[in-house]
């Protein structure tokens, strides 16, 4: 009887160990670099969203500068590419501007632009990824998110930022061309290790130097099913400059049922 007892015991203890060992897994306690990146690639990715938001622009002196836009995003068949529709809806002077993304995994992004003062759309070019996204601190390739394939990722640490425990990455371009289309020479990237949410990155410039800081806050699980998650204010600091971009989503709502019509050049100068 003992001995049956002892054996109840150990396949516990082994039951549990193992039980343990896969939240470890699961919470990305032994993940490499890259598999890393690639879960924060995808953790705010929903099926689709519709999201009101502004834009605030703030100056050394603390003068501020809101715009007001509309969100529209659908996710593409393979799940890893989004299509994104921006249109600003305030002030009057950049009012009817819109801006349309289409991302591929095998081959550049597709991005154009609207202005309402010139009366057409515009085509980007991939160069364009590192120019400032309509007069903000966000780059255009901040906007649409950098490719986890693009960058070469090595974990250089382990660290607690506001209160959650984090992987910290570090990501550089695998290419000249990564290097000259996005900006950045290398990014620093905390990605808290219970959700892969990163709430904070560093970017430095192509010569080493620290230029960026981007911080996100009021974290929220916008679809449980996937377990996607969205921070709903996002500031993007120009250490340069001093100058910083408030983006706050004041009402974002995914899987409404977006129409994949919608993302075509056709809809930039429409009302939506």
Not at 177 to 195: A, E, F, P, Q
Request: hydrophobic share 35%; charged share 30%.
């Amino acid at each position: 009887m003992p001995k049956v007892r002892l054996s109840r015991v150990c396949w516990l203890m082994v039951l549990a160990g193992l039980a343990m060992l896969g939240r470890s897994s699961a919470f990305g306690q032994d993940l490499p670099a890259q598999e890393i990146m690639r879960r924060e690639y995808f953790v705010s990715r929903v099926k689709d969203s519709r999201a009101e938001a502004t834009l605030t622009l703030i100056n050394p002196t603390g003068q501020q500068r809101v715009r007001r836009v509309l969100s529209i995003t659908k996710a593409q068949e393979d799940g890893a590419s989004q299509m994104r529709l921006v249109r600003f809806l305030y002030p009057p002077d950049i009012k009817g501007t819109a801006t349309l993304t289409i991302e591929h995994t095998e081959r550049d992004d597709d991005m154009w632009v609207y202005l309402p003062a010139l009366g057409k759309v515009q085509r980007l070019v991939s160069r364009n990824k590192g120019d400032s996204y309509v007069g903000t601190d966000f780059s255009y390739g901040d906007i649409i998110g950098h490719k986890v394939g693009d960058y070469s990722h090595r974990l250089i640490g382990s660290e607690t930022f506001e209160g959650a425990e984090c992987f910290v990455v570090e990501s550089v371009p695998v290419s000249d061309r990564v290097l000259r289309d996005g900006g950045y020479g290398k990014r620093i990237s905390w990605i808290r290790k219970d959700n892969f949410v990163s709430p904070k990155l560093e970017g430095y410039d192509p010569q080493g130097k620290l230029f960026k800081r981007l911080l996100a806050t009021d974290i929220r699980l916008v679809d449980p099913a996937q377990g996607r998650w969205q921070p709903m204010r996002i500031e993007m600091i120009n250490l340069d400059t001093r100058h910083r971009t408030v983006l706050f989503y004041h009402d974002f709502k995914a899987n409404v049922g977006v129409l994949e019509t919608l993302f075509t050049t056709r809809y930039l100068d429409k009302e939506l």
